[in-house]
């Protein structure tokens, strides 16, 4: 192969001095020429660039020296073939040629849907489940701190029937099990209206509007049930945990689970403004349909009141779509309608 010359500005790695150079390109070696300059250099001890669109090549010498040559496809397609990178040819092959751009750009957007439609709920789940019990617990009451500044104020429910409730919830509670130290509250609240919410740590939030919405109190029963469900799931850390991908992967780089504890404040936001994924929505349900048949309770009380919230969302009660925390679609209430009750 008879050498090829190229006009080069070199480096000497030292100090940010440029010298203009002549570069030989050699069947079995590279000669480097200028002012003050003759090297002779083997090609096992260059470092080739990969060579990026149309900017500079770059040939890197085993001494930190560095020598850049301003038509890079030409001193690519000029170094004998043996000793060509072949990955980073290929590389510039694909980033020169349309059809190429447009498969990568399709195969990023393949891989970009498949980590979020996939990659994240899993990391997710296991970022919630590695969150200590006593972080947790702190979340819970960050969270309802925020929601009662925001949504809440004081239940207007008479004592009595608070106290009623408490004592069914407990019992239901009680006899179900479970890994956390419930926390059953009422609120009011008009923006919301009708609705309950599972908080981190175990903290269960019943608003005046469900409890007067609900015609027998074992429909009550089942929307705890299905809340306890997003509580021992972890439903509501895994979700806000997905829709934040950024501290995701910071939490699978580093390992420091204490950074998801800067999610707390938007977590209110997100429980009001945001619908729970339908497989959130599918393990609550499966839980409450197994907590109440444990009970000697029908999961349709559950459907019940479901279907009921349903037809007053509709009939323009005061619990828009974009708020409802639960999407009581009729699919989930026909699903609990086909559940076959065995009572104890």
């Known amino acids: 192969m008879a050498f090829k010359t190229f006009a080069a500005v070199y480096y000497d790695g030292l100090t940010s001095e440029r010298r203009s150079v002549e570069v030989q390109i050699n ?159 009422f609120r009011k609240s008009k923006k919301i209206g009708a609705n309950a919410f599972a908080l981190p740590s175990g903290i269960i939030v019943f608003t005046d509007g469900m409890v007067t919405l609900a015609k027998d109190d074992r429909e009550l029963l089942a929307v705890l049930a299905h809340e306890m469900g997003h509580v021992e799931q972890r439903h509501t850390l895994r979700h806000v945990l997905q829709d934040s991908i950024a501290v995701v992967l910071l939490v699978m780089v580093t390992g420091d689970v204490h950074s998801a504890s800067s999610l707390v404040a938007s977590i209110p936001t997100l429980l009001v403004q945001a619908k729970f994924s339908r497989q959130f929505e599918d393990e609550a349900d499966a839980y409450a349909a197994q907590a109440l048949q444990k009970q000697g309770l029908s999961p349709h009380w559950l459907g019940s009141i479901l279907a009921r919230l349903e037809k007053n969302r509709k009939g323009g009660y005061s619990v828009p779509n974009f708020l409802a925390s639960h999407p009581t679609t009729p699919e989930r209430i026909q699903h609990l309608k086909n559940l076959k009750y065995r009572p104890d």
């Open 27 to 185: 069947d079995s070696y590279l000669q480097i020429s200028g002012s003050g300059i003759s090297r002779i250099e083997s090609y096992k001890d260059l470092r080739i660039e990969p060579l990026v669109g149309h900017l500079r090549g770059q040939i890197r010498l085993a001494d930190g020296a560095m020598c850049e040559i301003e038509d890079g496809k030409t001193l690519m397609a000029s170094i004998p073939t043996q000793h060509q990178p072949q990955a980073l040819s290929f590389i510039h092959k694909i980033e020169t040629k349309l059809h190429y751009v447009v498969i990568s750009l399709l195969l990023a957007i393949i891989i970009i849907w498949g980590l979020v439609e996939f990659g994240l709920p899993v990391m997710a789940r296991s970022i919630a489940q590695a969150i200590p019990v006593s972080m947790e617990k702190s979340m819970g009451e960050q969270v309802l701190n925020g929601m009662d500044r925001v949504f809440f104020t004081p239940s207007q429910l008479p004592a009595a029937r608070v106290k009623q409730l408490r004592k069914e919830f407990t019992n239901f509670i009680r006899n179900n099990g479970g890994s956390y130290h419930y926390r059953i509250l």
